[in-house]
């Protein structure tokens, strides 16, 4: 069972969303937040495997309930559960700076429901939601001389370097495992690896270093 918790300022929206996901079998709603200082808290005490975070609310937004609740991770023993940005608009700076807080992705709130409760699996799972349309634009640019120094850094080799391209298209382990005809739990090592030698805390990380970096370009 997926444990989640619904952080939007407007009742409808939590509404609609508690109907869509709690009509799945494996997924259940633990918790309700009206704003992102409520969200952090709820969190904590509940302790969701994934937290569906309006990005623009009143008082506390979800930008800065994301980077609470991922700087608790970074303590001794600390936790943070995954964070599944969910927003009007795909092209919206306020979603491209949750994803470098530590957001594990995003999502429309137009989205259809089979699309809501597959994204929230996803991400529960340990891969990450982006539209690599989207993160193209949004990472247009954004490159900054800290990204090329750490990718320059990190050293990856050819076959580390292919899957990170793979990633940053929005491709699965799966998905890469059959593009590469590799097995997935090689792919997942390959995934590992590139994530410890950039200090990259998940997938979407490592996208957007790779974006930044240039070295992935968004013509790619």
Same mark, same amino acid.
């Given at each position: 069972m +997926?444990? +989640?918790?619904?952080? !939007?300022?407007?009742?409808?929206?939590?509404?609609?969303?508690?109907?869509?996901?709690? *009509?799945? /079998? !494996?997924?259940?709603?633990?918790?309700? *937040?009206? !704003?992102?200082?409520?969200?952090? =808290?709820?969190?904590?005490e509940l302790r969701p495997h994934v937290v569906l975070m309006d990005v623009r609310m009143p008082g #506390?937004?979800?930008?800065? =309930?994301?980077?609470?609740?991922?700087? /608790? =991770?970074?303590?001794?023993?600390?936790w943070a559960p995954k964070i599944l940005v969910v927003t009007t608009f795909e092209i919206d700076d306020y979603v491209y700076q949750a994803l470098r807080a530590g957001a594990d992705g995003f999502l429309l709130k137009r989205s259809r429901p089979a699309e +809501?409760?597959?994204?929230?699996?996803?991400?529960a799972a340990g891969e990450s939601l982006l539209f690599p349309t989207a993160i193209r634009r949004l990472a247009a640019g954004q490159g900054n001389r800290e990204a090329r120094a750490t990718m320059a850094r990190a050293a990856l080799t050819d076959r580390e370097a292919e899957v990170l391209r793979l990633v940053a298209r929005g491709l699965t382990n799966g998905e890469i495992a059959d593009r590469l005809f590799l097995?997935?739990?090689?792919?997942? #090592?390959?995934?590992?690896?590139v994530l410890g030698k950039l200090g990259a805390r998940d997938r979407t990380q490592a996208v957007i270093a790779a974006y930044e970096s240039g070295f992935v370009e968004p013509a790619e």
């Open positions: +997926i444990d +989640i918790l619904l952080a !939007d300022d407007e009742e409808l929206v939590r509404a609609g969303l508690r109907a869509v996901l709690e *009509a799945q /079998g !494996d997924l259940r709603v633990v918790g309700e *937040a009206r !704003d992102g200082a409520e969200a952090v =808290a709820l969190a904590r #506390t937004d979800g930008l800065a =309930a994301t980077r609470e609740l991922v700087r /608790g =991770a970074a303590a001794p023993g600390g +809501i409760a597959h994204a929230v699996r996803l991400v097995g997935v739990q090689t792919v997942k #090592t390959h995934v590992s690896s």
